[in-house]
């Protein structure tokens, strides 16, 4: 793929292509107040490697990461995640 940039064609890197189709299809996060991040609250990781998982928040690292403890094969694992990564349950 190319774009012109002061009149010449341009080629564009393929892994250039995904970062602005990801970006474009990424959903603006759900808008929650603040409020609502409390401790022991359940939330579901809805992007990313670990989508799917449930946990329980444990604690509100500022405006945008969390911390949450997830139970994966037997084992309590504690870890930040992006507010926007997570859906409250």
Do not use: C
Request: no cysteine; net charge neutral; aromatic share 6%.
């Amino acid at each position: 793929m190319y774009i012109s940039f002061e009149s010449k064609a341009v080629p564009i890197p393929p892994q250039q292509i995904e970062a602005i189709r990801y970006y474009l299809n990424e959903k603006d996060p759900e808008k929650i107040s603040e409020e609502d991040w409390k401790e022991g609250r359940l939330v579901e990781v809805i992007s990313g490697g670990m989508t799917g998982l449930y946990g329980q928040l444990v604690e509100s690292k500022g405006k945008h990461r969390v911390k949450v403890e997830i139970e994966v094969v037997g084992q309590t694992l504690l870890v930040q995640v992006p507010k926007n990564k997570l859906r409250l349950v």
